[in-house]
């Protein structure tokens, strides 16, 4: 079992920055690969950004404004946020799927955004 706390929401004015963290519990940290997804109000949870060992991957929506990142050491992945849009206001969740195990996936509780003047 891996558990997964957001952290770093907030409300921030259009066209700021908030970078969001995720800690995982546990030692297989190495093994997940980690994703950002968000869910806006009415709205399905869409995926943002994904980081493995080596590579990255964003969604059209956030290319070039988002930045993912992850420390192995410190169990941990980001989410630099810049530019944002009122229409990045979501809850913000945190997943982690193992790498040679794909059915072993895990979500966060989620953290709030407001983009908003």
């Known amino acids: 079992q891996v558990q997964l706390v957001e952290s770093g929401g907030g409300l921030v004015r259009p066209g700021g920055s908030l970078r969001l963290s995720c800690a995982a519990s546990?030692?297989?940290?190495?093994?997940?690969?980690m994703g950002w997804y968000r869910q806006a109000p009415g709205k399905q949870r869409e995926f943002l950004a994904v980081?493995?060992?080596?590579?990255?991957n964003y969604a059209d929506s956030v290319k070039g404004r988002f930045t993912i990142s992850r420390d192995d050491g410190k169990n941990t992945v980001y989410l630099q946020m810049d530019s944002l849009k009122p229409e990045d206001t979501a809850v913000y969740y945190c997943?982690?799927?193992?790498?040679?195990?794909?059915?072993?996936?895990?979500w966060g509780q989620g953290t709030q955004v407001t983009v908003s003047s």
């Open positions: 997943n982690a799927q193992h790498r040679m195990v794909r059915s072993w996936a895990f």
């Open positions: 546990g030692s297989i940290f190495k093994m997940l690969d």
């Open positions: 980081i493995t060992s080596g590579t990255t």
